[in-house]
């Protein structure tokens, strides 16, 4: 076994590394998407059976509109900033001619369009840049992205999350 002198570090050399340590975790150590379920945007400890109450009868317009407690605008904290990946149906809030990138993620298909809108923290507003197909608007999807609470109003329902989403799949049983 032969013993070799250390190598003197030059400046060069040491901005050298110095970059390829920051530049390369972005490749190397990409963060997992945290999958989540419908169940994870109730705080902890909030029932779902209280978040809706009984409601009223429209019986002019045949419709029924839920009275939301104050736990359906209660918002998991811990969700906020988090990359995660969770399911639902997409309903349009733009469609345009390569797809929807402005929707809301709804836990069921149909929600917001032949029911009343579920409560605000069963609703996520969903931004891409990259469209989603229209004629895949029936199916179930994954969408990944980061999340923020954050409660809003759009024309179908209010919301109590936004997703910016980096990656949207067919939902795959």
């Not at 109450?53 to 918002?75: F, H, Q, R, S």
């Not at 929807?100 to 923290?121: K, S």
């Not at 004629?135 to 919301?159: C, F, I, N, P």
Request: aromatic fraction near 10%; charged fraction near 15%; hydrophobic fraction near 40%.
């Amino acid at each position: 076994m032969r013993w070799t002198q250390p190598t003197k570090l030059t400046r060069r050399t040491a901005l050298a590394l110095g970059l390829a340590g920051v530049v390369t975790p972005r490749f190397s150590f990409a963060a997992a998407a945290r999958e989540i379920t419908w169940d994870d945007l109730i705080p902890p400890g909030v029932p779902y059976s209280e978040i809706i109450g009984e409601g009223e009868l429209d019986e002019v317009n045949d419709t029924w509109n839920p009275i939301y407690d104050a736990n359906a605008t209660k918002l998991n904290e811990t969700l906020n900033g988090a990359y995660i990946r969770m399911p639902g149906y997409i309903v349009p809030l733009e469609l345009g001619a390569n797809g929807v990138t402005r929707f809301l993620l709804v836990p069921y298909v149909g929600a917001c369009i032949h029911t009343p809108p579920p409560p605000p923290n069963q609703l996520v507003f969903v931004s891409s840049e990259t469209p989603w197909p229209s004629d895949q608007l029936w199916d179930a999807v994954w969408v990944t992205g980061v999340m923020h609470t954050q409660l809003q109003s759009t024309e179908l329902g209010e919301t109590g999350y936004a997703l910016t989403a980096d990656k949207m799949e067919i939902y795959e049983w």
